[in-house]
């Protein structure tokens, strides 16, 4: 088992009223899979993905990644597991204005001593793959919505992550660009990624292989795709979310 979490509680605390956002949530996650986590909006799952990432702390329960207990680890020992283990791609894509393109993607990669030659050849050829490398000396304000995506993609993988993570990340993007961005994640998991994604879009959740429905701080249902087509999947997701709205 790749990840597990059971029986996550995390609260939030504000003007000392405690909010109960996750509530005894379980969930174990395989090694190669793609699994696309809905829910309505404020139903907490972003706050999931930012616990099952190791960016927040939960309140109680436990998390198992790659049979390690991450409550154990220090603060030194979490920020080496996701340099090794995790990539991030958020909705924003928070590139570094300052930065050109080519040191945005090779920016993760600078706290390893590696040789200059490797990284850039690393670089190059990631930026290959996601159809960038033309960008490399600019700045990202010089590049589109969908471009930029592309590069925080890049970003994110530039550690040879085997969990890929990723909140809302066609989030602003029109149709087009975002079949781009899911064709990438899609080819990404062929070849062993695993894929945790977070989106409130049917669409976009139809492109993983298992749905987790998130709903009152809880995994209600959660759907695999198995042999279905794509579009079934699309109407088997649509048929359990649009439950919530009806
Ligand atoms: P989603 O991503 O599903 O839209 P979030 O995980 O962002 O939902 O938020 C879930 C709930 O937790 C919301 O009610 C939100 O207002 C609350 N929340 C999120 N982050 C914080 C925080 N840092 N402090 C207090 N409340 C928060
Ligand atoms: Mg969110």
Do not use: W
Not at 207 to 222: E, F, H, N, P
Request: net charge negative; proline share 3%.
């Amino acid at each position: 088992m790749l990840l597990e979490l059971k029986h996550i509680y995390k609260n939030y605390l504000q003007d000392k009223i405690v909010i109960p956002v996750l509530k005894d949530v379980n969930i174990s996650i395989d090694e190669g899979e793609y699994v696309a986590i809905m829910g309505p909006s404020g139903s907490g799952k972003s706050t999931l993905l930012n616990c099952l990432s190791t960016l927040d702390k939960i309140s109680s329960g436990s998390i198992r990644i790659m049979n390690k207990d991450i409550s154990t680890l220090n603060k030194n020992e979490l920020c080496q597991f996701r340099y090794e283990y995790l990539g991030f791609v958020f909705q924003d894509h928070n590139l570094i204005s300052y930065l050109s393109v080519f040191d945005n993607i090779a920016s993760p990669a600078m706290l390893a001593k590696e040789n200059p030659k490797t990284l850039q050849n690393r670089v190059v050829e990631i930026a290959r793959d996601l159809e960038i490398e033309d960008l490399l000396d600019k700045f990202p304000n010089e590049c589109s919505g969908g471009e930029c995506q592309r590069i925080a993609i890049a970003r994110a993988l530039i550690n040879q992550p085997k969990i890929l993570v990723c909140d809302e990340p066609t989030g602003n993007l029109d149709s087009k660009n975002s079949h781009k961005v899911l064709k990438i994640l899609s080819h990404l998991n062929q070849t062993g990624t695993t894929i945790l994604l977070v989106t409130h879009d049917a669409m976009i959740a139809s492109y993983a292989k298992t749905m987790m429905y998130l709903y009152d701080g809880g995994i209600q249902t959660v759907i695999h795709k198995h042999q279905d087509t794509q579009i079934e999947f699309f109407k088997n997701i649509n048929s359990i979310t649009t439950q919530d709205s009806l």
